[in-house]
T-cell receptor
Framework: EAGVAQSPRYKIIEKRQSVAFWCNPI?????LYWYQQILGQGPKLLIQ????????DSQLPKDRFSAERLKGVDSTLKIQPAKLEDSAVYLC?????????????FGQGTRLTVV | EDQVTQSPEALRLQEGESSSLNCSYT??????LFWYRQDPGKGPEFLFT???AGEEKEKERLKATLTKKESFLHITAPKPEDSATYLC??????????FGAGTRLTVKP
């Protein structure tokens, strides 16, 4: 079974620039999460999708972050404009539909450095 | 709001020296508590799910237990390859999975 795919693996941008991350979840998984993991900290939940609908985006800084999941499969997370404090690893995870309370599977993450 | 607190932040053990990691939580409607292992530069890797107080799960040198307020990850006779960051997460009634800060474990040969 193919795992969660994320790209790019690494990205370096200057502050005030924009950046986008892509995630392809495990086939058939309805739930998709985006997390931000700052060095030395645990993953912080940014947004949860159920199919192509947003379940929870209360932790997403909506003035600069946006996310979408068209057709309930792939997802993109965008930052515009980036700040120095956005430097982190952005992790995507997926799990089967809500009623199946199983673990979430993670991708390798995208490491973002804002200079 | 859901809170997950892990302790200690870091733990250094000699090979063969058993110990426990703690995860305490407050959550609105616990649907599951998850333990993950994370190696540097990689995404978290699933270890265990616990659903109700009193439940226990084992895998090789690891054993996870759950009470109504906390979970423990017991490591018996660890080896250097067990060195990693161990993360605890809770899933609530909204299907959100929230993580603690992790415990960074180092096992010296």
């Amino acid at each position: 079974e193919a795992g969660v795919a994320q790209s790019p693996r690494y990205k370096i941008i200057e502050k005030r620039q924009s950046v986008a991350f892509w995630c392809n979840p495990i086939s058939g998984h309805a739930t998709l999460y985006w997390y931000q993991q700052i060095l030395g900290q645990g993953p912080k939940l940014l947004i949860q999708f159920q199919n192509n609908g947003v379940v929870d985006d209360s932790q997403l800084p909506k003035d600069r972050f946006s996310a979408e999941r068209l057709k309930g499969v792939d997802s993109t997370l965008k930052i515009q404009p980036a700040k120095l404090e956005d430097s982190a690893v952005y992790l995507c995870a997926s799990s089967p539909r809500w009623g199946e309370n199983t673990e979430a599977f993670f991708g390798q993450g995208t490491r973002l450095t804002v200079v | 709001e859901d809170q997950v607190t892990q302790s200690p932040e870091a733990l250094r053990l000699q090979e063969g020296e058993s110990s426990s990691l703690n995860c305490s939580y407050t959550v609105s409607g616990l649907r599951g508590l998850f333990w993950y292992r994370q190696d540097p530069g990689k995404g978290p890797e699933f270890l265990f799910t616990l659903y109700s107080a009193g439940e226990e799960k084992e895998k090789e040198r690891l054993k996870a237990t759950l009470t109504k307020k906390e979970s423990f990850l017991h490591i018996t006779a660890p080896k250097p390859e067990d060195s990693a960051t161990y993360l605890c997460a809770v899933r609530d009634n909204n299907n959100d999975m929230r993580f603690g800060a992790g415990t960074r474990l180092t096992v010296k040969p």
